[in-house]
């Protein structure tokens, strides 16, 4: 059983930084990709970045793209996503997601174990 714990979130204004971390349990974290979906009041899930399995390629939604970096380090089993430039659009609830395959997808379905998600509040 692979368990997700994510951490990080927080109230923050516009323009701020905050950095999520999502520690999983388990041996064979580092054998799948790893992603980050987010769900603001209202409207469905949707992703927001990916890294495969070594860290070396990702994958972001345009609206975080050059604003949001993901990352992982193997050695600790955690994930984490670093996010810049916040805007009031990007407060949501954000989950951790770890992969089906080792390389990136960026659809819902490709993703099969779930953290229960940390709270992202950006103020304008």
């Known amino acids: 059983q692979v368990q997700l714990v994510e951490s990080g979130g927080g109230l923050v204004q516009a323009g701020g930084s905050l950095r999520l971390s999502c520690a999983a349990s388990?041996?064979?974290?580092?054998?799948?990709?790893m992603a980050w979906f987010r769900q603001a009041p209202g409207k469905e899930r949707e992703f927001a970045a990916a890294?495969?399995?070594?860290?070396?390629?990702?994958n972001y939604a345009d609206s975080v793209k050059g604003r949001f970096t993901i990352s992982r380090d193997n050695a600790k089993n955690t994930v984490y996503l670093q996010m810049n430039s916040l805007k009031p659009e990007d407060t949501a609830v954000y989950y951790c997601?770890?992969?089906?395959?080792?390389?990136?997808?960026?659809?819902?379905?490709?993703?099969?174990?779930w953290g229960q998600g940390t709270q992202v509040t950006v103020s304008s």
């Open positions: 997601a770890r992969g089906t395959k080792f390389y990136v997808t960026t659809t819902y379905s490709s993703y099969d174990y």
């Open positions: 890294i495969d399995w070594t860290g070396d390629i990702t």
């Open positions: 388990g041996r064979t974290f580092s054998n799948y990709a």
